[in-house]
């Protein structure tokens, strides 16, 4: 050995990553040798060899060594002259967790540039570009699209690990490709009956079990039955995972994989602990024996931990397990970490806290005061975070995922300030990341969308057409124009144009039905969308959705149809969902809510009797609103016929086709009226303004023939209409625009 290390100061530098490849220990005396040896020559290595050095410490698991560090330097330095895209892609993976965000963007620049000189069936390449974007957490467009072609012009030789790899990195960057979806997933169906061992068999069970079809998705299921006594801990790890993802109710499949992670549960590390009890959950899997092992693990890693987010994620674990509870132990261990959390911690323990609370006052019918003062520090070190804030960078990668009602309820409004406060540093490469947000949280700042509109407006050149779906949904959903509204939307539009037979059918439909939320429809996107051609894609890519997502899809075709024929009615695009919504309102309605059925009682006293109104009413295209009455010319209230209306009972769907205007069979001078009870989500989080969607109806019911009233829960609700008499002369006043009725 010792011989070997003297004769590494004069052997060859190919040799010497040969050596290094062995695959020894980093703290083996002969890899420490040779790793010195190597900084010794480091300047006089060229590009090949210094990046052919740079993957051999990255298998050493030495990417946050000095060496590494050394190595960043000199690609930083040469950066200009580095003129071969293979050995830079290696050197950007390698050093991708070292470099500040200006020379991330300086790689990005300079990868652009030499895409083109490399051969399309570079596949490898290709892929250490995504690796790069996904390290640095940065989803270029340009360059995904790019590396996209690549895939797509090799799919048929590309194996199942390199599929498994790219799909993971795209699912990591959120970056969707329906194309390469589809190619993939005919690649990977027709190697199902390929593999008859696990390892190969459970990737692909991972990455085609997601998308698969019916068949396909029995097929996996059947095999993976009949494997699953081979399966190692982790193989059954990312069986459970991938079911989750599938939405799966195979019980027997559920109660077999459990029963392996069961067997190996000692052995998980505690992130791998939640994950098996987020989709223990997730599947309906109810096991106590399960539970109470689980328990007894994740305890057992609270008493040794002492890293925030460790602790953070175990005590999320135990409060979705039956009976969640938190002693002053576990009070104190967060207490503790406090000061060193980020807002990603702190949501998860104030989530984990709020289970507790509603659990214990659920079932033991106390909520013990140490949990609310837990509550109240989190609330104060989530809000001295955000005040402390300087950078809308790493605002971002803070709040970008937090949800939940704490985050909604007590820091919202503080980090709305913040990004207010930070506003300035918007700019094309966040903008779209800031609007998603602000559209999640229903929280209208008018500042905030004017400063993103702004950004746009400046600088649409370098804004990816991937990303405008995301800029607009905040003025959609919030129901919010700004200043320069139609440059603003046919800027967006301008951008997408040369896109429109590109972007995924998904995407097209959100937009198409974003756009028609602010009555901005246009002619080339909706002869995009509206043709054989388009839809006989979407049904393909609605095949690859889990059912929730396919859903909202086809709801959101549908909405957009109904915008299009009631607004536009010169493009002459047919109504084409009658069948889809027979089907959909066939099913029960319900029943009327607390406050719809109080104004159900008092409208049929305000109008002369339960035959003057109508409860849920299915108007023309397949609105539902909550009541209707009619006034003749004199503003007197008109009878329906027979009613076979229950209070608190919604009537069942007539099934015949459903797109007469209101009004065209009523007597001369007569109105038809409809009543809508709003409750909050009809609403911004923050202020009384009517979000999108409640406009867009309103909107629409006009344009159908209906005076519409709307009735905000804020305004029921309200101390000055705390009485009944209040309530009715409310009532009164909003249809007959007077006190009390003059009939």
Request: net charge neutral; proline share 4%; aromatic share 10%.
């Amino acid at each position: 050995m010792f011989l070997i290390i003297l004769k590494c100061f004069c052997m060859e530098n190919y040799f010497l990553l040969i050596l290094l490849r062995f695959g020894f220990e980093a703290h083996d005396p002969l890899v420490e040798a040779l790793v010195t040896e190597a900084w010794r020559r480091l300047e006089r290595f060229d590009i090949n060899v210094l990046s052919k050095f740079s993957s051999c410490l990255a298998d050493q698991h030495l990417c946050f060594s000095p060496l590494m560090g050394k190595i960043a330097d000199i690609v930083n330095r040469n950066l200009e002259t580095i003129q071969d895209l293979r050995c830079l892609s290696v050197l950007m993976v390698s050093i991708s967790s070292l470099i500040s965000q200006r020379f991330q963007e300086q790689l990005v620049n300079k990868t652009e540039q030499l895409f083109d000189t490399i051969d399309s069936s570079q596949v490898n390449i290709a892929r250490r570009i995504v690796q790069f974007l996904r390290n640095i957490k940065y989803s270029y467009y340009p360059l995904l699209e790019r590396c996209n072609k690549v895939f797509l012009s090799n799919v048929n030789h590309l194996d199942l690990d390199s599929i498994s790899k790219i799909l993971s990195l795209y699912h990591s960057l959120q970056f969707h490709s329906f194309e390469f979806i589809l190619m993939t997933k005919k690649r990977l169906t027709e190697m199902i009956p390929l593999f008859d061992y696990p390892a190969s068999f459970v990737k692909l069970f991972v990455t085609l079990g997601p998308v698969a079809g019916p068949e396909e998705e029995k097929q996996l299921k059947s095999t993976i039955l009949l494997m699953s006594e081979e399966l190692t801990s982790q193989q059954a790890l990312a069986v459970m995972g991938a079911m989750e993802e599938m939405e799966s109710r195979n019980s027997r499949l559920i109660k077999k994989i459990a029963s392996i992670l069961h067997k190996h549960l000692d052995n998980y590390k505690p992130v791998e602990l939640l994950r098996i009890t987020q989709a223990s959950i997730f599947l309906h899997f109810q096991s106590k024996e399960l539970f109470v092992k689980l328990r007894e693990l994740l305890l057992s890693y609270l008493k040794v931990s002492v890293i925030p987010s460790e602790i953070s994620l175990l005590i999320c674990a135990l409060s979705m397990l039956p009976s969640p509870h938190l002693d002053e132990a576990r009070i104190s261990q967060i207490e503790a970490v406090l000061p060193q959390c980020d807002l990603n911690d702190l949501n998860s323990f104030a989530t984990s806290v709020l289970r507790c609370i509603q659990y214990d006052h659920m079932y033991r019918n106390n909520i013990p005061g140490k949990q609310l003062k837990l509550l109240q520090k989190l609330d104060h070190y989530g809000r001295q975070r955000l005040q402390k804030c300087s950078s809308l960078n790493l605002l971002w990668e803070e709040v970008k995922s937090l949800k939940g009602d704490w985050f909604a309820d007590s820091l919202l409004e503080e980090t709305v300030v913040t990004l207010q406060r930070l506003m300035d540093e918007i700019n094309y490469i966040n903008v779209a990341g800031i609007a998603s947000f602000i559209s999640r949280t229903n929280y209208l700042s008018t500042s905030l969308l004017d400063g993103i509109a702004s950004v746009v407006l400046q600088q649409i050149e370098k804004i990816h057409p991937f990303a405008i779906l995301a800029i607009i949904l905040p003025f959609s959903a919030l129901n919010y124009d700004p200043p320069q509204r139609d440059e603003f939307f046919g800027t967006c539009l301008q951008c997408l144009n040369s896109y429109l037979s590109i972007l995924d059918p998904l995407m097209l439909v959100f937009l198409g039905y974003s756009l028609a939320t602010r009555e901005y429809f246009s002619e080339d996107l909706l002869k995009a969308i509206f043709n054989i051609r388009f839809l006989a894609k979407l049904d393909s890519q609605l095949e690859l959705l889990c059912s929730s997502l396919n859903m909202k899809v086809q709801f959101r075709l549908m909405e957009l149809n109904r915008a299009v024929c009631l607004e536009c009615p010169e493009y002459q695009i047919p109504w084409f969902h009658d069948r889809f919504c027979q089907q959909q309102y066939k099913k029960d309605f319900g029943s009327m809510n607390g406050a719809q059925q109080q104004i159900y009682k008092m409208l049929a006293e305000v109008l002369g009797g339960i035959n003057f109104v109508k409860a849920s009413v299915l108007t023309p295209y397949y609105y539902t609103i909550d009541f209707e009455c009619i006034l003749d010319k004199r503003k007197k209230p008109l009878p329906y016929g027979s009613h076979n209306t229950t209070l608190g009972k919604l009537p069942k769907i007539h099934s015949e086709l459903n797109t007469q205007i209101a009004g065209s069979r009523l007597p001369p001078g007569a109105e038809k009226i409809a009543l809508e009870f709003l409750d909050s989500r009809a609403f911004c989080r923050n202020i009384p303004h009517l979000k999108g969607k409640s406009a867009m109806k309103k909107r629409h019911l006009e344009i159908l023939g209906y005076r519409v009233i709307q009735i905000p829960h804020f305004e029921w609700n309200s101390m000055a209409l705390s009485t009944k008499n209040a309530r009715m002369d409310y009532l009164r006043e909003r249809i007959f625009g007077e006190g009390k009725s003059s009939s």
